[in-house]
């Protein structure tokens, strides 16, 4: 029997301790994690706005993860054509899609090829929706403050930090 290859898809911006969770507990069930990273045109195409992270940025981040061995670019949702060209083993996703119609067609279609699908519990405290909106009332907060200097923009006249 040869190595067990594992996926682990998704967008992965305003990298989180929930995605770290996902990552973690998925490299403990296979022998190589491949992290699907979607593309900044997919991210668009599935929540309706473009990612805060560049696809560039985001895949240097995962591929730094010690318990991901490779990323690749989603730049499909349909999880069964990147299985076509990835050929992994086995699928992880939060336990917050499990149930969802669009997994449980994955589940039965998966079986039939002999992908097994795991679900991990979602990290409930933290998400990247969350972090988003909570950039948001920052900025928003007071507009006679100055923005934090991390937030402004780029620095003026320095290295970047």
Not at 1 to 9: D, F, K, Q, W
Not at 27 to 48: F, M, N, P
Not at 98 to 122: C, H, I, K, S
């Amino acid at each position: 029997m040869g190595e067990r290859l594992g996926y682990a898809p998704g967008a992965f911006d305003l990298f989180h301790v929930g995605h770290l969770n996902i990552l973690r507990r998925a490299r403990g069930h296979c022998d190589r994690l491949i992290a699907g990273v979607c593309s900044d045109e997919l991210v668009v195409r599935l929540k309706g706005r473009p990612p805060v992270v560049p696809l560039s940025e985001r895949l240097q981040i995962v591929r730094s993860v010690r318990h991901v061995d490779e990323a690749f670019v989603a730049t499909v949702d349909d999880k069964i054509e990147i299985w076509k060209e990835v050929g992994f083993d086995v699928i992880f996703k939060g336990d917050d899609w499990l149930g969802t119609d669009v997994w449980t067609t994955y589940e039965t279609e998966f079986a039939r090829v002999g992908v097994e699908v795991v679900y991990f519990p979602y990290t409930v405290h933290t998400s990247s929706t969350l972090l988003r909106e909570v950039l948001r009332l920052l900025v928003q907060q007071d507009p006679s403050e100055p923005a934090p200097r991390q937030l402004a923009g780029p620095r003026q006249g320095g290295a970047e930090g």
